[in-house]
């Protein structure tokens, strides 16, 4: 679980706008390519992200606190998350986040990240 957290510290790190112009780490890759293809696909990114909010949602009430995502997610990138400003992340939020850095970050539009 921990790994978990800090990989995905490290994934949300490279999601922020001034990271995205640099490439994942290809271990961080190769940790998310379930089927060894080389490449991230869109569905395993968001089953490792769905498994990742699960992870931080200590209480499991499908949301995060500002104290359950501070392990991984700066103020910054909290509020940029937290879409309707509640103070908290829903899993929709977040998963629309990260899935949105996904496309971002897939430069060539072909549905993966290499």
């Known amino acids: 679980m921990m ?4 990989l995905l510290g490290a994934i949300l790190a490279f999601s922020t706008a001034a990271a995205q ?9 190769d940790r998310l390519d379930r089927d060894r293809n080389g ?5 395993e990114y968001q089953a490792f992200m769905t498994s990742a ?7 499991k009430d499908g949301m995060l606190s500002r104290e359950e995502a501070a392990q991984t997610l700066n103020a910054q990138q909290f509020a940029a998350t ?8 829903a899993q929709e939020e977040f ?3 990260v899935m949105a850095d ?13």
């Open 3 to 6: 790994k978990s957290a800090v």
């Open 21 to 29: 112009a640099q490439a994942m780490k290809q271990g961080q890759l």
């Open 39 to 43: 490449a991230v696909d869109r569905s």
């Open 53 to 59: 909010f699960a992870n931080l949602d200590k209480n």
């Open 82 to 89: 937290d879409a309707d400003g509640d103070g908290t992340v």
């Open 95 to 97: 998963l629309n986040r």
């Open 102 to 114: 996904f496309e971002a970050a897939d430069r060539s539009g072909d549905g993966s990240l290499q």
